[in-house]
Every structure is written in C-alpha cells, then in structure tokens.
C-alpha cells in the first residue's frame, strides 16, 4: 500500500553497493538482511493486505530480530489501535493512531500576533526536532526539514519511544526507536538530501 518503487529508488542512490528488492512473499522477507516497511492509503486496507498475503507474519519475526524501518503508515501500523477505521494494528510498539483534530491554528511572529487555519491532511515540509541520539540521525542536524503528507499520528504510551517531534498546531511523534526498530511519519524518499542521509544510515546501522 505503498509507493515503493520511489522508496526502492531512493535507496539505491543512497546506497548503490546494496541489493535492494521489493519483496512480495514471506520467503523473501525472511532471507532479507534489513526491512524498509513504507505504507499510504487507509489503515484498513493496509492491514487487510498484510493479511491476505501472508506477509504479517514474516514482519513480525523481522520486527523482532532485524534492522526495520517503518515509513508513514509503516510506522503507524507498527502501533495497537489506529482510530482510522478503528483497527487493530500490529501491536508492536505501544500506543494509538490518532487523527489531526480541528481547527488546528499556528501563531505567526510578524509584530502583530496572527493566526493561520492549518490544513488537514497536513503536507508539505516541516522541521524535526530530534528527541534523542540516535545512528539514523548521524549527519542529519537537528530541526532539518521532512517531507509529510498525512492526517493521523502516532502517539506512543513510553515517550521513551520518542525520536522526533513536529509542530503542526499541536506538537505530535513524528518518529520513534526502539531496539532494532526506527519509524517514521515522514517520506525520507521525497526528502531531499537529509531524507538519502537516513537511508544511508540505515543501511549501514547495526544495532
């Protein structure tokens, strides 16, 4: 449920000594050395696939051993419950998906106090502000700009989970870590150089 073939592009020029594949079958998954989860659409479509496929399973055994790296619903779905149809996720990491709720306002410093109405979904760029040392930021400083398109967010239960935070009206996760795990709101593929510098970490990342 995902665009991958950007995200396989964008990997392999980041790290064009890799053997990047878009792997449909649990046998692929398996013998996979490292696992990119990218994911857009409707949170019940997404878990419906996983399903139907065959692939939930393989995930799960590559969430609890090998290097995984969630991207935009493949970080969400990572969670319990995503109030987005009212599913059931993955339940790998603690917590809700919760929806942007309105109307969301952002205060503009121009001498005169203002208020601007914010969209939902909200996308475009937006900074980062880094919540703990970790080797996906390496290279990458902190409040660098991302490229998102989304209307819910995760919301941990252990704010030890937290690696990156956003502003959009309200300050929500946009990123967290755990162990072998790593997840992100953003689309490292759409950006730019900081968004190649996390993959590039990525792939030389051992934890």
């Not at 990123?175 to 900081?194: C, L």
Request: aromatic share 10%; hydrophobic share 40%.
């Amino acid at each position: 449920m995902g665009n991958f073939h950007s995200v396989a592009r964008a990997l392999q020029v980041a790290a064009p000594d890799a053997d990047i594949r878009i792997c449909n079958s649990a046998s692929e998954i398996d013998r996979a050395s490292r696992i990119v989860f990218p994911g857009q659409g409707a949170m019940r479509d997404c878990m419906a696939n996983l399903n139907n496929s065959g692939l939930r399973d393989a995930l799960l055994r590559a969430a609890r051993n090998k290097p995984l790296l969630g991207i935009c619903v493949g970080e969400q779905i990572l969670f319990d419950h995503s109030d987005e149809g009212n599913i059931r996720c993955l339940e790998v990491l603690p917590g809700n998906v919760k929806r942007f709720t309105g109307p969301l306002y952002a205060t503009a410093s121009t001498g005169n106090t203002s208020t601007e109405l914010l969209k939902v979904p909200h996308m475009g760029w937006n900074r980062v502000q880094q919540q703990m040392d970790h080797p996906l930021w390496a290279q990458i400083p902190d409040q660098s700009y991302f490229y998102f398109v989304h209307s819910y967010y995760a919301q941990p239960d252990d704010d030890r989970l937290n690696a990156g935070l956003t502003q959009y009206g309200v300050s929500f996760t946009c990123a967290v870590a755990r162990d072998n795990i790593f997840a992100v709101q953003f689309h490292p593929e759409k950006s730019a150089y900081y968004g190649l510098q996390l993959y590039r970490n990525f792939v030389d990342w051992h934890p």
